[in-house]
């Protein structure tokens, strides 16, 4: 069982940067990843990023690339978010996810073994 808490989601303004943190804890597999997801009101859950707990390699949507950044500690207990030039459309609640690499990769929400409370993160001006 993995146990994932958020942390960080703020309101900010556009252009402006936010980090959220996911602590991890519990049995982690060596073919997981640890991801983050988002979803606004009235839209479905979205993959934004994920980081490979096996050798550290990353995959982000097209939405984000460029102005998100996923990173891990070395003894990979924290997954980070770095946000830059943030856009009213970010707005949403920020969710860390646990699962086999191969699903998470996908950025689908569908298979993910475990989420996080979520965070909220509101963009606005």
């Known amino acids: 069982q993995v146990q994932l808490v958020e942390s960080g989601g703020d309101s900010v303004q556009p252009g402006g940067s936010l980090r959220l943190s996911c602590v991890v804890s519990?049995?982690?597999?060596?073919?997981?990843?640890i991801g983050w997801f988002r979803q606004a009101p009235g839209k479905e859950r979205e993959g934004v990023s994920c980081i490979s707990n096996r050798d550290g390699s990353t995959a982000y949507a097209d939405s984000v690339k460029g102005r998100f950044m996923i990173s891990r500690d070395s003894n990979k207990n924290t997954v980070y978010l770095q946000m830059n030039s943030l856009k009213p459309e970010d707005t949403a609640v920020y969710y860390c996810a646990a699962g086999d690499e191969l699903v998470l990769f996908n950025l689908w929400p569908t298979g993910v073994s475990s989420w996080g409370q979520g965070t909220q993160v509101t963009v606005s001006s």
């Open positions: 519990g049995h982690i597999l060596d073919y997981y990843a």
